[in-house]
Structure formats: structure tokens, C-alpha cells
């Protein structure tokens, strides 16, 4: 696989399996949830480091889940302790960041941990960094590792795709007919953990929080139904990537910066302009409506 | 011939509720096919005893059993409609999807709606004369249709027992006649029905039985027996300025 | 060496006093600030404005050239009023809420900042190397003039919550209220967005961008829990922000080599626990408690009840277990705790009969029941009739009704309960019994 073709496919993995999750987390009012699980998991990262003494991946994965998780759990229970939203996030993550970052600057000696690199990591690196299977180069770690998540996010969406929907519309109602609605937050909340882990491995925090909510909230504004919204957010997501990556190589920028503006351009394209709620649209048919109001008067 | 079971009875039940304002010492048994007004004054505990009977929150003390055994192993006896405001009406689907969704509890876990869900919820749409509107993005709907589009979700959920929270609430005339003729019609199925309801005019016309609330239970009867100037007196206290008609004149004094 | 004389060797070094001074100023004016944002339910603007500075501070360096604090401050400024702008057009101008609009304006202008960076790293604008620094935060590197900015602009934020101190305190309570009233709401908001991003951008430098949300939140969430006035609210969410600022910045002096803005947070997390765990009233462990205690209380009341109401109706007054158990479900466990205690108390006694605990009050155990049964029936009564009688039996603050009767509601709940059939009509003993009643009979 070429450079270039490498950089496409796992930027758009990426944004496929963040763009289907985000739908959910948007609908259920915890967008801000990417941020905080990106910024949590680095305890996670450096513990699980600390233990297993290796730069591999797989640990790190599990320790950063781990914490993605336990962010998330956190934020639960000082909900349900009557702290409000905004601030039993806000607590959480930056307490957990912060303890990261301590963690990594006691340990500077054994972690050999770039900071920047850990949750800013870049992309234009991923076609270098492969996994080799019984000797055999198997291709790029990231597009295997944030492939798995997308799979995994297809399949456990897919089984349980009536009780996602409902546990979004209408937890309470749910609850009522037996749903384990604490289970489907968690469940949820595990598998933005888990894709949140194994794309800002190779793409970096940024453009995970990015592809999370901007091809979702686009998807939003253009269609009324979910399983659309779900496809449109998809597709939105990974035509921001590939578009993103042009942007990049025209202008020679940050190809996770690129990414995250050409998401933010088809954001604005549909507030603007979507055909059921975009702003110039509902313009247009008011004008429209008042002149033929006005013809009728005449 | 008297039946062993009522479909809802409760045991002393109290509920604190944060630090708001408790319920207590609710106690009663739900006579079987009888449309029940759940009546009080605003902060009475009315949604409370309803989300309180249906497991939604915890209780302080006291017992619900439905047909005997506690909810949990009765769920699918019970139709349940929440209030219209606690949902986000935004949500991208249809005025049938949110109908289907009453099918989800009998479906258990993996299974999809399959045809038969989908034309039992276009009977329910029906019912609630919103057929025409089932491919409608519920955004679109009015206040009232979104309301029956509730009702019918509940009619999807084919149960013995509904508990409806304020269904009147911000509703038009189209609606409420609809509305009333459910009622009736569950009531001619012999199914139970409790509604809390908040406007007294309309008290006596539409329940037979009623239970009367002011964080604990005032009353519990047929209408015509516990919907007196004495019990309205001991619900709302000095609140209520403007009483209904009643069928014994009695002078409230303040 | 301990911790104490550490403190006080490095409080003689001048430098890193500059860096204490620094911290704490930040610590008081962002826990000001927070507290305003944190009521306003606007928590996380903090996070999204730290985010929003990148493109601004970048813009500020490619258009001047340099580094100076100053400039980067009024970059920052721009970008994060346009981030707030961006924030209220999308959430009012289509249906996206207020969570999305923020990840989505945090994430894009991020991520504009981002190729900014690049932009400035790959075309040769000079020395850009102190860039990241001001983003991720290094208050070590603190000097004198960056004091003296952030000491500036730090009086000034205090001094403008000051001034608008109950137009702020309208906006975030009710700000259609207050635009009724005539207050220029969408400009006060304007207002309290600007302190903000101005309290966020001097923190940048020392803090960072992840920990500067902190500094805005956690104060202000912890000192929530210690009162319910606003005015008090804010002085105490100023200190613990201070404290937090100092706490951290002497651990870090003392301790080997640890980063100031980490451990600042880690700070004010630790005070934001202990508020939420031990404070007085909203404290958890107050709550649980009160729970307990009012569980105990409710069973205790129960076995009196069923005593005295068998008793009421003619019965023998002696229960077993099984009868209470019938009309108050309570779990066997908490009755038994009930009873146990009520015994030591004296007010009943348990004796076991045909394979059953049969309960009897005592003298005094009846004169307890009847107090309660009253006290409960008066309660009940009051509920019903508050708007006429008025007078309070409710718990200052939580609303629940304490049970104590004041003694001039004493006589017309009386009379109300008369007129229900409420009143207690079994006497354990005359003579015992206050005089306040005495003239009506069962």
C-alpha cells in the first residue's frame, strides 16, 4: 500500500467508526464525552507502560481503555451525586490528566514517553509503524487496530441497535420496560473508550474529538431519521478525511488539523445550507412564502 | 366474583426524593377495569407515585406489587406514557418508530421488529387516528399528536395496566376526544387504567374511581363517593379557590 | 529536611516567589470567574476557550512576529470571543444543543490552530519554539512581567465581577427575568464570556490548556458545597482557587522536580473532594447520616403507630411482629434495630409467646405514642391547611417537615383534626398529658 493510500484509509477508519459513535453520544447530550476520554486514558497509558515495561501497543490499549472506562464512571457518580454535567466532567478528566502528566514527569527516567506524541500523535507517521504477524509484514498497526474498534462498534451496535435507540430517545421509558439503561451507557462508553484509544494512537487526540461530534452534528442537521443519520455521519466522516488530506497536501499543514477543518467546512456547508434546517434555506422559503403572500394580497 | 389479585396494590409506600418534598403512606388496591384519576395539587407526588410504582426510583419504604408479584416480573402487564416534555422531540425518527419501540420490551434482547410489530403499531397509530402521520419525523408533529403518538406507543405495549402522566397536558380538543375515547375503549377491554390528571372540572365526567394526593393519600374510592368538598378540602387545602360543581353543594370554608 | 523548612527556603528564593504570586493571583480570579460560568452551567467553556486560544496565539505570532505575552493575550482574546459567538449562533440557529455546538468549536478551532502551527513551523517565521510552551503550560518559567500581567489583569476581573456583581448574579439565576427588567442580557453575557477567555488566556501560560479548565470548574464546584449564598460562594471559590495555586506550587518546590499545573489540579480536586464527602450539609456523608437516622426514626414511628392505633380501635395494645410487619413493610432487619432501640429506651417491652415476639408498650412508651401519633396527625393536618394557618414546620433549606409542632399552631391544628376525625382518641394518662387539649374528650 502506498504512503499517501495508507494515510486515506486510516484517517477514514477513524472517521467512519467515530462518526457512527458520535451519533449516540450527541443524541444522548455527552458529546463532550470524547474530549474527557481523550484526555483521561494518559494515566492509563503511562501505568500500563510502567507495568508491562514495553512501548507495545496492546498494553497501552488496555490500560487507556481501562481509564477511559473509569473516566466515565466517575462522571456517572458525581451525576448521580447531584454534581452538575458540565462540572462532573470537567473535574474528572483534568483531575485524571493531571495525574497523568505527574506520573509521567515521576517517572521521567523509565517512560520514554513523548507527551506530544502520546495524545497529539501524527498521522503522516502511521504507513511507517507496521505489525508483522509470524514474520510476515501485515501492514499498518493503526489501520488493524482502529479497523478492529470499527468492526467491533458495527457488531455490538448492530445486536443491540433497538436498545441503543430507545436508551438515547427515552431512557426512562426503557427503564420501565426492563432495559438495562446503566448497561448501555457503559457499553457505550466502552466502545468510545476503546475507538477513542486506537485511532489517537496514530491520528491524535484532536481529530478524534473532531471526527466524534463535527460528521455526526452534520448528519444532525440533514436528515430525521437514525439509521441515515448514522450512514450520512459515516460518510460525512470519511469524506472530511479524505478531502482534509488534499487540503493538507495543498497547503503543506497538519494533516489531523486538515482532517478536523475539512469536517468543520461540511458542518458548515449543512448549517447553512442543509434542506431541512439550515439557516440560508429557511431564509429562502420565509422570503418565498412572503412574497407569494404578498402576490395573493395585491 | 372477587379476584384474588388487584392489578396494582400498594403497601405503605413513602418515597424521598432528594431534598424534595416526600410521599408517604400511600396504600391501596386498584380495582380491575376501572379508568383511575390520580388527582392533587402541583408538587403533590402524582409523578412521583407513578415513576415510584413502575421501579424508576427508589423507594424509602413500602411495597408494589402488580397482579401479586413485584414489576419487575410483571413488566409486560404494564403500559407506561411519560410526560410529553421528557423526551427530546429532536431525536431523527418517526411517529411509527416511536410507536415500535412499546414492542421492544416484549421482543427481548437481538430480535428485530419484525412485520407483524410493524402493522401492530400501525393499528395503534390508527387507533389514535395518526396513521397518516407515521412516516412524519416527530419533530413536525404538534403538541397533541406527539401525544398520541405516546398513547399509541403505550397501546403497543399491549398491557393489562397503563400508567399515564398528565396525557391532558397541552393538548387540543381533536386530542382530548381522542384521547377519552381510548380510555373507554381499554376501559370496555377491561384493562386498568391510572392517569394523573390535574384539571377538576372534567374529574367526575371522565374516572370512575379516583385517588385523591397530597403527599399522602387523602382518598381512594369511586368518584362519585371520595370526590366530595371535604376531600378537595384536605387535597388542596386553601388552594383551591374555584371548586367544581359538586353533586352535594357543600360551602368550603377558607 | 521537612516539608516546613523546605516551604520557608524556597519562599526566601525572589524567583519563585514570582511564581507563587503568579499562581495564586490565577487561582483567585479564575475561582471568581468559574463561579459565575459554573452557575451559568457554562463549566465546560473553560475547556472549549483554553482549546479556542491555539488559532489566536498563532494568528497573534504570524501577523506581529513576536513573542510578546501581550499580544498572544489579544489573539487569544479574538479567537475566543468568536469561539463563544460560534457556540450561541450554532445552538440558536438550528437544532444542535449546547454539548455538540461546544465539542464541535473546541475541536475545529483546534484543529485550525493546529495548521496554523504547521504553517508557522514550515515557513520560517524565526524562533517560534515558545509557542507550545504557552499552550501546554510551564509556570516555572514565570518571570516578573508575566506577574505583573497576570496580577493586572487578574484585579481587574475582581473588580469588574464586583460591579456587575448582581447583574451577573440575575444572568446566571434567571436571565429572562432579568432581561424583562431591562438588563442588556445578550451584552452582560457577552461580558462575563470576555472575563472569561481573559482568565483562561493569562492561565495558559503557567497552567496549560487541559488544566486551566480545571482551575475555572473545580473551585468553584467544591465551594457550592460549603454555602447557598452566592456572594459567599465567591469569596470562598477565590480562596480555595488561591489555596490550590499555593498548595501546588510548594509541593512542586519541595518535591523533586514535579510540574506546577499538575499539581495544582491535583490540588483542587483533593479540596473538591473532601467538599463533596465531608461538607455539612450536601456532603455525602452528611446524607447518609440523615438517611440512616431518618430511616430509624420512620421504623421507630412505625412500631409506635401500630401500638397505639390497635390500641385506639379498642384492641389490647400488644402486638407481635407479623401484625406491624402486615401494615408497614418494613425490612425485618431495620424493625428489629427499631425495636432493640425502643426497649433500651424503656418505651416497650418484647416478650416471646407461642414461638412469636409479642410487643407491649410501657407507661412511658404510651405517653411516647400518643406524642407521636399526634405530632404525625398535626403534621398531616398543617400539609393540608399550610395556605391558612401558615406558620412553618418545614426544615430550614431541604423542605422535608421537621414534626415539631410550634405550640401557637398547637390549638387550631387541634381543632382541625376534630373537624377530620383525626385526633387521637385514646389517652394512655390524663394527667400526663399537657394541658393545651385538655378540654376535649375522645
Known sequence: ?298 | MKRIHSPVSIRDLSVAYHRKPVLRDIQFDAPEGKLIGIVGPNGAGKSTLIKAMMNLLPLTSGDVKIYGKPYKEQRDLVGYVPQRESVDWDFPTSALDVVLMGRYGKLGWFRRPKAADREFAMDCLDKVGMADFAKRQISQLSGGQQQRVFLARSLAQDARIYFMDEPFVGVDAATEKAIIRLLNELKAQEKTVLVVHHDLQTVREYFDWLLMLNMRQIAFGPTSWVFTADHLQKTYGGRLTVLPELPDPVAVTR | MNFLSQASHFLSDPNTLWVLSGTVLLGLSSGVIGSFAFLRKRGLMGDVLAHAALPGICLAFMLTGSKNPFFFLIGATVTGILASMAINAITRFSRIKEDTALALVLSVFFGVGIVFLTQIQHTNYGNQSGLDKFLFGQSASLVGDDVWVMGGVAIALLLFSLLFFKEFKLLCFDPGFGRSLGFPVGMLDLVLMLMLVVAVVIGLQAAGVVLMAALIITPAAAARYWTERLDRMLVLSALLGGMSGALGTLFSATTANLPTGPLIVVAATVVFLISLIFSPRRGLLAKAVRLARMRKQAARERVLHSLYENREQGGSGELDTETILQKYPIPRRRLKSALASLMRDGWIQVCKRNGAFRIRGTEEGWIQAYETVLRTRMTEVWMMHENEIGGNLREEGTGSVTGEIPPDLFEPLWNLLVKHGREPKWKPDAGSIPAGEGGITP
Not at chain 1, 484509544?197 to 440533514?222: K, N
Not at chain 1, 488530506?245 to 447553512?272: N, R
Open chain 1, 1 to 298: 500500500m502506498s504512503m499517501g493510500l495508507t494515510i486515506m484509509v486510516t484517517g477514514a477508519l477513524v472517521a467512519a467508526s467515530c462518526g457512527f459513535l458520535g451519533c449516540f453520544l450527541i443524541l444522548r447530550r455527552m458529546a463532550m464525552l470524547g474530549d474527557a476520554i481523550s484526555h483521561a486514558v494518559l494515566p492509563g497509558i503511562v501505568i500500563a507502560f510502567l507495568i508491562s515495561g514495553s512501548r507495545d501497543s496492546l498494553p497501552m490499549l488496555l490500560g487507556a481503555a481501562a481509564f477511559g472506562l473509569l473516566c466515565t464512571f466517575f462522571i456517572q457518580s458525581l451525576r448521580s451525586q447531584g454534581v452538575q454535567s458540565d462540572a462532573a466532567i470537567s473535574v474528572t478528566f483534568t483531575a485524571l490528566f493531571a495525574i497523568g502528566v505527574i506520573l509521567v514527569s515521576l517517572y521521567t527516567r523509565q517512560v520514554d514517553l513523548d507527551l506530544d506524541c502520546v495524545l497529539y500523535g501524527e498521522i503522516a507517521y502511521v504507513p511507517w509503524d507496521t505489525l508483522s504477524l509470524f514474520g510476515h509484514n501485515i501492514g499498518p498497526k493503526a489501520i488493524w487496530g482502529v479497523g478492529t474498534a470499527f468492526l467491533l462498534s458495527l457488531l455490538i451496535v448492530g445486536l443491540f441497535f433497538k436498545e441503543f435507540k430507545i436508551v438515547s430517545f427515552d431512557p426512562q421509558m426503557a427503564a420501565a420496560l426492563g432495559i438495562p439503561v446503566l448497561l448501555i451507557h457503559y457499553l457505550l462508553m466502552g466502545l468510545v473508550s476503546v475507538t477513542t484509544v486506537a485511532s489517537f494512537e496514530s491520528v491524535g487526540a484532536i481529530l478524534v474529538v473532531a471526527m466524534l461530534t463535527v460528521p455526526s452534528a452534520t448528519a444532525y442537521l440533514l436528515t430525521d431519521r437514525l439509521e441515515t443519520m448514522l450512514a450520512i455521519s459515516v460518510g460525512a466522516g470519511i469524506l472530511s478525511s479524505l478531502f482534509g488530506y488534499w487540503l493538507a497536501l495543498v497547503f503543506d499543514a497538519s494533516i489531523a488539523g486538515s482532517m478536523t477543518v475539512a469536517a468543520g467546512t461540511f458542518f458548515l456547508l449543512a448549517f447553512l445550507f442543509s434542506p431541512l434546517h439550515g439557516v440560508v434555506t429557511r431564509w429562502l422559503i420565509r422570503r418565498r412564502l412572503r412574497t407569494a403572500t404578498a402576490v395573493d394580497h395585491r
